[in-house]
């Protein structure tokens, strides 16, 4: 059995007692980087056994893992920050698991688009999650599609990209769309600036972008 494990995005009371129950009853524990999730477990005074899981290995150590799995075995997968899946490892486990037939339960918990889709002031009973933009290939052709979309669209950026993002919805939505753009949800800094994506690339480029992005644009008319 996978259990997929959401981990604190920053406040580490949105660590669930579901979720360390799940931790203290795996034999083994997936996790993107072993540092960042052995340094959770040890605040919460919780042992476990960690493997690495990420981009870099996850096909080579996947077919083992779903065997173990097949087996018997109890599993959590834990990313750095959320819930693993959203722009972090994990579909390509979780598909292999289904295609084997073990079973896998996902616990409900931190995410950060939600909480910024909520708080936008944007219509959210119907919207389009992004994640991260292609940095190059590609990039162009969703932007446009953004522009055109009729729902609320939902992204994440890094601040280092930040103004080229809001430069670029400036040039494809136009500077009137409004947007809302939240960073550092759940922590000590958290924000949530809203107005149209020209007001918003104007104070980002008179104050520095700090900590991570989440973006949310409303739908074309």
Do not use: W
Not at 59 to 86: M, N, Y
């Amino acid at each position: 059995m996978l259990t997929v494990v959401p981990t604190p995005i920053g406040n580490l009371g949105d660590f669930t007692p579901r979720a360390i129950e799940a931790i203290e009853g795996a034999d083994f524990v997936l996790a993107e980087d072993t540092r960042t999730t052995g340094s959770l477990l040890r605040l919460k005074g919780v042992e476990a056994r960690l493997r690495p899981f990420h981009a870099h290995n996850e096909h080579k150590v996947l077919e083992e893992v779903v065997s173990s799995l097949a087996a018997g075995a109890k599993a959590c997968l834990c990313s750095d920050a959320g819930t693993p899946g959203i722009s972090d490892p994990g579909f390509l486990l979780v598909r292999a698991c289904v295609e084997a037939g073990v079973d896998v339960t996902c616990l409900p918990g931190a995410t950060a688009f939600v909480p910024a889709l909520v708080v936008s002031g944007l219509p959210c009973e119907r919207f389009v999650y992004e994640g991260f933009l292609p940095h190059k290939k590609g990039r162009q052709t969703r932007l446009k599609g953004i522009a055109a979309e009729t729902r609320t669209t939902v992204l994440y950026e890094s601040p280092h990209r930040m103004v080229k993002l809001l430069g670029e919805l400036v040039e494809h939505c136009g500077p009137e769309r409004k947007a809302s753009v939240s960073r550092e949800l759940s922590k000590k800094f958290e924000e949530t600036r809203r107005g149209t994506v020209q007001e918003l690339l104007a104070h980002f480029e008179a104050h520095a972008p700090k900590g991570e992005f989440v973006v949310v644009v409303a739908g074309a008319d």
